[in-house]
């Protein structure tokens, strides 16, 4: 039952029955107009607004739920929309009228937060691009159609493509990173972290498919199929064939170093030191007044080496 009179049930989704409510109304509008009159507000301004933005609230998820407009409540919101058309056009005409008088005032953006703005115009262009995209035509102009397989028209994708290459160059030449602009490594077109992203992102697929366009283009070209050096007329020039025979399984063996001599004096096991070449050895014999069947001569070199090894 009603808490304040007993009699009644209570209203929905109230704690009090209709008439107690109507009577607290109304003695709630005398005590108002009594401080209006007295110049005294009649409540907390803070608590007030609190209350009217909690209120508002409510107002709109119920009128969301039932597929109302939240502005007016009375038509059903267009689909994908919060409000009906009539409202949503009385919103751009005050927007429009605002706007403009910002713009005669000289506010950037009519006055409007600038980060609001700008994160509405982002949402806005990303549902018009979704559009575009799902009717075939360009995502850049909207003008169709759209290159196969893309979503690009080719005009569009020339001018993108003229755009990157002009970056690439640009940061090419000045020794940046193509990718992100800081510096790049060992005159590379690409920083440590970009190259391995790179490398991890792109399919063995693409690398290759660009490896044999960038093959054709030089071999038809006369040029160095790795360097891009003129190559009279061979897949590659003298540099990087060499380099590459090197590096092939046809090439075998190992470098051939200088070998070093140890002279060690076989009655006592003394070493007299390590020498480079035959020629101190015989050195180092006469100044000990040792003779080479007094001593033995240590090499570091294998016998095996001299078979394998090249020059």
Known sequence: MCPKCGKRPPAPERSQCQPCLDKDAAAGRVRDARLRAAGIPRRDPEKTRAYERKRARRQIEARRAAGLCTACGDAPALPGRASCEPCLEKRRAWDRAKYAAGKAAGKPYGGADPETKRRASRARHKRLRKAWHETGMCVRCGKPPAVEGGKLCAPCQEQRRAKERRKYARRRAAGLCTNCGTPA????????????????????????????????????????????????????????????????????????YPPQYTVVELATGEDHGTWDSWEEVAMCLAFSRLSLDQVEVLTDQSPVTTWAAWE
């Open 185 to 256: 490594v060992d005159g590379r077109a690409y920083c440590g972290p970009c190259a391995f992203v790179r490398s991890n992102r792109r399919s063995t697929e693409v690398r290759n498919a660009a490896a044999r366009r960038k093959y054709a283009e030089r071999r038809a070209q006369g040029l160095c199929t790795d360097c891009g050096a003129p190559s009279q007329g061979a897949a590659r020039c003298e540099p990087c064939a060499r380099r590459s025979y090197e590096r092939s399984t046809f090439f075998r063996g190992m470098p051939l």
